[in-house]
Nanobody, 134 residues
Framework: VQLQASGGGLVQPGGSLRLSCTAS????????IGWFRQAPGKEREGLSC????????AYTDSIKGRFTISRDNANNAVYLQMNDLKPEDTAVYYC????????????????????????????WGEGTQVTVSS
């Protein structure tokens, strides 16, 4: 298992959860990690990502200010702290890895941007269910 997501559960509106994505040291060193979610009947949505090379982060507008991504190298983990959860946050949450980026001439193009796509990911973890309900 290359990636494993955990930490989901049932939480009341306004509550918090912290999701964890554990990965090998090799993956965390060379791959950006992204968090995605998919609700029933909806398309997969990219939420947040963190670059392995720079540590820079990106967020989609729908969760900006409520969710925070972070990396814990000592524990080979990437976390997604989710605060002020809303019923519309109910979904299966996944972490995935994509090669961090590439050089073109003197410029480095990072995969981790607010427009992060779940297409062509190199590794996926199994999802973890988050349910926000009173």
């Amino acid at each position: 298992v290359q990636l494993q997501a955990s930490g989901g559960g049932l939480v009341q509106p306004g509550g918090s959860l912290r999701l964890s994505c554990t990965a090998s040291e090799f993956i965390l060193k060379h791959y950006a990690i992204g968090w995605f979610r998919q609700a029933p009947g909806k398309e997969r949505e990219g939420l947040s990502c963190i670059s392995s090379s720079s540590g820079s982060t990106a967020y989609t507008d729908s969760i900006k200010g409520r969710f925070t991504i972070s990396r814990d190298n000592a524990n080979n983990a990437v976390y997604l702290q989710m605060n002020d959860l809303k019923p519309e946050d109910t979904a299966v949450y996944y972490c995935a890895a994509h090669i961090d980026g590439y050089y073109s001439g003197q410029y480095y193009y990072s995969w981790c941007t607010p427009q992060m796509s779940g297409d062509n990911m190199d590794y996926w973890g199994e999802g973890t269910q988050v349910t926000v309900s009173s």
